[in-house]
């Protein structure tokens, strides 16, 4: 019975790993991003394509051009692209791929295209709010101490160069805290039995270890704590 459980348990993956790989995800499509600026760039040095949009902006000629439409899909759709359609053909992405794990549902079963396209939603929606939040309640304390400090330096002048100094302190901060909303919702992965994130459990899904085979039902939390207090019963 213990071996069993171990199994499962070893059977998925945990934080880190994911972490990897979507470190591998985020430069694989930096990469594809870069290729397609350069791709621009050289097809409107040589005359084929038009300058990209940006360099059109301050003439304002041909900027809503099909080509430029054509661009900017691209760039708001490949991202979306990437993960729903890895996640929904492979169960995986490169950067899964890459460090042997896989998205499935808590049956074992693959994600459908539907099943992909939520969890990517949810992940995007969950990040966006913590990110938002983050940003508000930092924005709020740059205010209010903005403020403060304001009236202060208003009798005391050597206070301005608090003042100016607070504002580099939280541009810093709002740089170093960036990747915290991503890290709330990957964290439960590192504690939690399934090594479910936060949008695992709203989509109930598991990222697994694709080299391993995991016979039979995957166990629920409490199931499988069930089976390791019965067995730890008949030890003693």
Partial sequence: ???????????????WVRAAARIIDIFAI?????????????GAAIGFLPPLPVEQSTSGEGFASIINII????VLGFIPFYFVWLHGTYG?????????????????????????????????????V????????????????NFVLGKIASFISIV?????????????AIILLAPIPIAIMYAPAAFDL???????????????????????????TESAHALLDKDTEGTL
């Fill in 1 to 15: 019975m213990k071996g069993e459980i171990a199994m499962h348990q070893n059977g998925y993956a945990g934080f």
């Fill in 30 to 42: 930096l990469v594809v991003y870069w290729l397609f600026y350069l791709a621009n760039k050289l």
């Fill in 71 to 74: 661009r900017g899909l691209f």
């Fill in 92 to 128: 995986q992405t490169f950067g899964k791929m890459a460090m042997g794990v896989k998205v499935v549902n808590l049956d074992g079963s693959r994600l459908n295209y539907w099943q992909a396209f939520r969890r990517w939603m949810v992940e995007i929606v969950f990040g966006s």
């Fill in 130 to 145: 913590l990110g938002a939040f983050l940003l508000v309640t930092l924005g709020l304390l740059w205010m209010i101490l």
């Fill in 160 to 172: 301005r160069y608090l003042q100016d100094a607070f504002e580099w302190v939280i541009g810093l």
């Fill in 194 to 220: 399934r090594k479910q994130g936060l949008h695992d459990r709203i989509c109930h899904t598991l990222v697994v270890r694709h080299e391993r085979s995991l016979a039979g039902p995957i166990p629920t």
